[in-house]
């Protein structure tokens, strides 16, 4: 008798089960078709109505870093984004701009001098004295300050051309600008030629930006 009993329960529910089955569950089939979700390939991702992949926000860098191809962290490289700068290097010309914070770049002066490492620069473009720099040129909205510096022929042709300069303000070793010390500006060729022969300084970070 136990076994027949247990045969009986097990058969009532397993028609219990294929019933429930039969009409979708107790409260009837309400679930729609499933939809295939959009997978986007990296940096792009899904817009807000999830119908399109599109180019995320770029994220926020200090200066003068730059997000990664990635958009995922700050490096030291081209922003594609950037706006081109008000002055380009012309034929036998070089351009070194120089970014505060503040926009305040009044008494500030460019010293600059040849010799056998660096020896770019026409006459008219050297400083007569440590006390007497070179005056900016300009200021570029978005890059700060900038010299349009005259070169010699030739220069900027080879890998090794440079120019030596010094951004100061007074004449105290305190009113040295990036870090102090001297500085170089690379002048030879660049993978990307409108951009030969240009520099980007930003106050306070001992490095040039080429």
Not at 15 to 36: N, Q, V, Y
Not at 165 to 181: Q, R, V, W
Request: proline residues 7%; charged residues 15%.
């Amino acid at each position: 008798m136990l076994n027949i009993k247990t045969m009986l329960q097990t058969l009532a529910t397993a028609a219990l089960l294929l019933t429930l089955s039969a009409c979708g569950g107790s409260g009837g089939d309400t679930t729609s078709p499933g939809k295939t979700l959009l997978t986007c390939n990296v940096p792009q991702v899904p817009n807000e109505a999830g119908t399109a992949c599109v180019a995320p926000k770029p994220i926020k860098c200090p200066a003068p870093t730059v997000p990664d191809a990635r958009n995922e962290s700050c490096v030291i490289g081209v922003d594609p984004t950037a706006p081109t700068p008000g002055v380009m290097a012309g034929a036998g010309q070089a351009v070194l701009y120089f970014k505060k914070a503040d926009g305040n770049y009044d008494g500030y002066r460019l010293h600059t001098w040849n010799n056998e490492t660096c020896n770019a620069y026409q006459d008219s473009s050297l400083a007569a004295s440590w006390d007497n720099g070179l005056q900016h040129t300009g200021i570029d909205p978005n890059y700060g300050a900038y010299w349009l510096l005259n070169l010699k022929a030739g220069v900027g042709t080879k890998a090794t051309d440079c120019a030596n300069f010094l951004i100061h303000i007074g004449t105290d070793d305190a009113g040295k600008e990036l870090g102090g010390g001297d500085m170089k500006l690379p002048l030879g060729p660049k993978d990307v030629a409108k951009f030969s022969r240009m520099g980007w300084t930003f106050s306070v970070v001992a490095v040039v930006f080429a």
